[in-house]
């Protein structure tokens, strides 16, 4: 099983960005994504998921109403749609694959696979 992440770059704040998440040898639509990241001397959290069927999404509150998941199962793929983005954005930004039967998708130990992240970064 492999998660891909990639859009991530540096931008200004307000600007957006879109990151994508490809996964491969994984049966897509039995999983449940999330978007999870990392800034610098911090620990990981969670931003944003997305159940197996789209029914549902739940985000931080950090980025309610800034940040959109979606994804495309026929694609294998998973998006995170940022908009405004602030300094405070900034992180390595983590795809995660979590069993649509799996609890606790607020946290990592509701996730089974995960990418190796994507850099965001977001500087005047």
């Known amino acids: 099983v492999q998660l891909v992440e990639s859009g991530g770059g540096s931008v200004q704040p307000g600007d957006s960005l879109r990151l994508s998440c490809a996964a491969s040898?994984?049966?897509?639509?039995?999983?449940?994504v999330g978007w999870f990241r990392q800034a610098p001397g911090k620990e990981r959290e969670f931003v944003a998921y997305?159940?197996?069927?789209?029914?549902?999404?739940y985000y931080a509150d950090s980025v309610k109403g800034r940040f959109t998941i979606s994804r495309d199962n026929a694609k294998n793929t998973a998006y995170l749609e940022m908009d405004t983005l602030k300094p405070e954005d900034t992180a390595v930004y983590y795809c995660?694959?979590?069993?649509?039967?799996?609890?606790?998708?607020?946290?990592?130990?509701?996730?089974?696979?995960w990418g190796q992240g994507t850099q965001v970064t977001v500087s005047s």
């Open positions: 040898s994984l049966t897509f639509n039995a999983y449940t």
């Open positions: 995660a694959a979590g069993w649509r039967y799996n609890s606790g998708f607020y946290s990592e130990r509701g996730y089974n696979y």
């Open positions: 997305i159940s197996s069927s789209s029914t549902s999404a």
